[in-house]
């Protein structure tokens, strides 16, 4: 089965930074679309950032210029660099996987997602 394994989440102060990191198995990061999702209590999941086959990534509008997605192809992994966290950023963080990204970081395309982690912003 394909498995997409979250890390990196946990406690930061307002302006801090984290690093979350997933790693896939049984599932090509480089040549399909990675996306990072979350996920707040009472909250509906909306779409954080995404990268193509071609690594052209794209972010939605309240993480653009603090948050940056990239791909280890060697490690088989994508990553989320979050700088300048608030506490408005604070959910469960999910990657998930799909052949082709969409136009905007919408949750429909992506089949495979991982079990999240949590970042909590205080």
């Known amino acids: 089965d394909v498995q997409l394994v979250e890390s990196g989440g946990g406690s930061v102060q307002a302006g801090g930074s984290l690093r979350l990191s997933c790693a896939a198995s049984e599932y090509s990061v480089s040549s399909n679309c990675m996306g990072w999702f979350r996920q707040a209590p009472g909250m509906e999941r909306e779409g954080v950032a995404a990268i193509d086959s071609d690594g052209i990534a794209s972010y939605a509008d309240p993480v653009k210029g603090r948050f940056t997605i990239s791909k280890d192809n060697a490690n088989n992994t994508v990553n989320l660099m979050m700088n300048s966290l608030k506490p408005e950023d604070t959910a469960m963080y999910y990657c998930?996987?799909?052949?082709?990204?969409?136009?905007?970081?919408?949750?429909?395309?992506?089949?495979?997602w991982g079990q999240g982690t949590q970042v909590t912003v205080s």
């Open positions: 998930a996987a799909a052949a082709f990204c969409p136009r905007t970081v919408a949750a429909g395309p992506f089949g495979y």
